[in-house]
């Protein structure tokens, strides 16, 4: 392919073999956008002064190219076995719920989160557990910690075994050489960030570094049939740290969340090439590392001896995952002025927005001058709007002082007239509830039995149509 010539440019200088020098091209350092043109500040992502000449990309020589010898020629696809690309579970329960049963040989993960809130002591653990197995050695090779430093962690988690083998190591070519030298089946590499190679510029963690890395990780992966997980930081906007462009690179992606002021953790699948992408895995961190948690419903519920105003309980879905979770609202007294509205673990605006429609349907709540605080219980975060319902009914129960049924569910969104609006996943929804023994339930009008016909044994399921019927419908649970 010949690029057409720019008038005036051909006479500038004599050029020999035809060769012509590559045009500067720019890039992105937090992003990896490719500016035209230098520019202070990054027309993609916003950054100021992250815009650095790149490498400059390969030249097109004209040649043609020419046949050769295939290191392993076509087969027909019958002969060809599916054993390698199946899953190999990490006896990780919930981390094989997200990836879909387990690593696949050659795949690449990447786990992102914020630093500091776990990654690492759940990858450890899954490095002992392959070694464990004992078919082929995990290798966890830390750029961010000593090796005694993670020897220690893992003596306090129990997790020292003579198959898990601990590198710490900057440099690519010593991380390909320690794969030489142990063979391992699982690679982790803890971060991806803090790897750097001599072949790719820019600064180490800058994209251009990482994007090198990465894709050199990769192809060895697949060469070698190594499962890599790689770690990657994410900055505090909840970018994988500049690598937005490592995503397409790998095959799985899953997001690390939590907070630490809560020891409940959850994995979020983004991507997955081998399976669903919308699976939730939850784990619980505690002194001595990190479990899973495969019925986490009952975590973010409180047993109350009598029934309390200001509570409600909501069936949320977190990827294909009903959780019974409970929402509490604290009504305030009077303070003039703006009252603050504090929330925890739910949308501040949908709670603003619940409010309005609550003071403007309910005649006997005043809510306009009084400050509340709602909050979840647990540690989790509801942000989906078939939570509106439930927390409506805490603010409204709360306010009027009354306490609601303890195993009444409500679920749905709430519209700017006060309408019950229909959700998804209602009937499983419902189910889980169900298991942790609700007796009465809210949902919204066709989401129930009048479409779908069922309804858990031993509960009670009613379809309202508006926050006043479910007013209604709540305060007759209670007195039974
Ligand atoms: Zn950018």
């Known amino acids: 392919m010949t690029r057409p010539i720019p008038r005036g440019a051909s006479s500038a200088r004599p ?43 390969p030249v097109v020589s004209g040649k043609v190219v020419s046949s050769r010898m295939p290191a392993e020629p076509a087969r027909p696809i019958s002969q060809i076995s ?13 981390l094989d719920r997200v990836l879909g ?59 020292l075994h003579d198959e898990l083998y601990l590198a710490a190591e900057s440099d690519l070519g010593a991380v390909i050489g320690h794969l030489d030298a142990v063979k391992p089946g699982l690679l982790i590499v803890d971060s991806v960030q803090t790897i750097s190679t001599g072949t790719a510029e820019g600064v180490s963690g800058g994209v251009t570094q990482v994007r090198a890395v990465t894709a050199t990780l990769v192809s060895i992966a697949k060469e070698r049939g190594i499962a890599t997980v790689l770690v990657g930081h994410v900055t505090k906007d909840g970018n994988v740290a500049g690598p937005r462009v490592l995503e397409h690179l790998v095959d799985v992606v899953l997001h690390f969340e939590g907070d630490k002021h809560s020891s409940l953790r959850l994995v979020r699948g983004i991507k997955n090439r081998f399976g669903a992408a919308d699976e939730v895995g939850c784990f619980e961190m505690h002194e001595g590392g990190i479990s ?24 949320a879905m977190e990827g294909r995952r009903a959780l019974v979770t409970e929402v509490q609202a604290l009504i305030g007294g009077t303070v003039p002025g703006s009252p603050r509205r504090t929330v925890s673990g739910l949308d501040s605006a949908r709670l603003a ?69 229909r959700v998804g996943a209602v009937p499983r929804r419902l189910a889980e509830a169900a298991r942790l023994g609700f007796r009465f339930a809210l949902v919204p009008p066709g989401c129930g039995p009048s479409s779908t016909g069922v309804v858990p044994d031993g509960m ?21």
């Open 15 to 57: 050029r020999s073999g035809g060769s012509r020098e590559p045009r500067p091209t720019y890039q992105c350092d937090a992003c990896g956008h490719q500016p035209p043109k230098w520019v202070g500040r990054c027309p993609e992502c916003g950054e100021w002064g992250s815009v650095i000449e790149a490498a400059p990309g």
């Open 82 to 94: 599916a054993a390698p690309a199946k899953a190999r579970p990490t006896h990780v329960p919930e």
């Open 101 to 159: 049963g387990g690593m696949v040989p050659g795949a690449v993960v990447l786990l992102a989160g914020e630093p500091g809130v776990g990654k690492s002591t759940l990858l450890l653990d899954v490095a002992q557990r392959w070694a464990e197995a004992g078919e082929t050695p995990s290798l966890v090779v830390s750029g961010e910690e000593s090796v005694s430093q993670v020897r220690l962690r893992a003596e306090r988690m129990g997790a």
């Open 292 to 315: 899973s948690l495969s019925d986490p419903s009952g975590l973010f519920l409180t047993r109350y001896s009598e029934p309390v105003p200001g509570t409600c309980v909501t069936v």
């Open 353 to 421: 927005m619940v409010l309005a429609v609550l003071q403007r349907r309910v005649e006997r709540l005043t809510l306009h001058d009084k400050e509340v605080f709602a909050a979840t219980v647990g540690g989790i975060r509801v942000v989906e709007p078939a939570a509106d319902l439930a927390v409506a009914l805490a603010v409204a129960s709360g306010g009027l002082n009354l306490a609601l049924h303890p195993t009444l569910a409500a679920i749905g969104e709430v519209g700017l007239t006060g309408e019950v609006r």
């Open 460 to 480: 009670r399921v009613e379809e309202v149509g508006d926050l006043r019927s479910a007013l209604q419908w709540a305060a007759r649970f209670s007195a039974e």
